[in-house]
């Protein structure tokens, strides 16, 4: 596609369920970035691909977060047992080679209630 | 730790005049900065990139300098305009080169 995508645009959930959060980066683009973004607030770093490996995932906050990504393409990011706080727009970015400009999805908008 | 600081979260000006918003780094030496923009309810969007190696970079109105020796880059945009309205957030490549980290923003309004 023409950007980066990010489905579903907008996620209302019960506490505690779990929901699956997709990003469909740039063709091409070897780095993947999930980014959340809580209301007025900045950028939280969540986690990093290069290609469909993660080095760092000390940015996830919890052990109910998780996220992979496949065929150097498609990343889902995971969250289970959803909590009031995880309410957030949860942003993805994809890069050519990771030290160049990052491309933004429009993100997904998730309400736990 | 390493650490990223907009020292503004707000910065109102006049249009016609020239905005200046400031970026300090912390405890790394990063190879390189960007500066991203961001309007309400949407993802930010990559304005420049400057190099260690480069003091000062330009793209029509905006000028960015980086300053390593201070750990700071200015981001100036010139006869500024309602339209440069805006969330705008400086990002660093953190030591290990496993994350782009960014600055929590400045949000510049600029009146008619």
């Known amino acids: 596609g023409a950007g980066v995508s990010q489905s579903p645009s907008n996620k209302v959930t019960e506490k505690g369920k779990d929901v699956e959060l997709r990003c469909d980066p740039i063709s091409g683009h070897t780095a993947l970035y999930w980014y959340r973004q809580r209301l007025g607030q900045g950028l939280e770093f969540l986690i990093y691909?290069?290609?469909?490996?993660?080095?760092?995932k000390s940015g996830l906050p919890s052990d109910r977060f998780s996220a992979e990504r496949t065929g150097e393409s498609v990343s889902t990011l995971t969250i289970q047992r959803t909590q009031q706080e995880d309410s957030a727009v949860y942003l993805c970015?994809?890069?050519?080679?990771?030290?160049?400009?990052?491309?933004f999805g429009q993100g997904t908008r998730l309400t736990v209630v | 730790s390493q650490k990223i600081e907009q020292n503004s979260e707000a910065l109102n000006i006049q249009e016609g005049k020239t905005a200046t918003l400031t970026c300090n780094y912390t405890n790394y030496s990063p190879a390189y900065l960007q500066w991203y923009r961001q309007d309400p309810g949407r993802g930010p969007v990559f304005l420049l990139l400057?190099?260690?190696?480069?003091k000062e970079k330009r793209k029509e109105r905006l000028k960015v300098t980086f300053d390593t020796t201070l750990k700071q880059s200015l981001f100036h945009i010139t006869a500024s305009q309602p339209a440069d309205s805006a969330t705008y957030l400086c990002?660093?490549?953190?030591?290990?080169?496993?994350?782009?980290?960014f600055g929590k923003g400045t949000t510049l309004s600029v009146s008619s």
């Open positions: 400057i190099r260690e190696n480069e």
């Open positions: 970015a994809s890069s050519p080679f990771g030290d160049t400009e990052a491309f």
């Open positions: 691909f290069q290609g469909n490996s993660a080095p760092d």
């Open positions: 990002a660093l490549i953190n030591q290990a080169g496993t994350a782009l980290i």
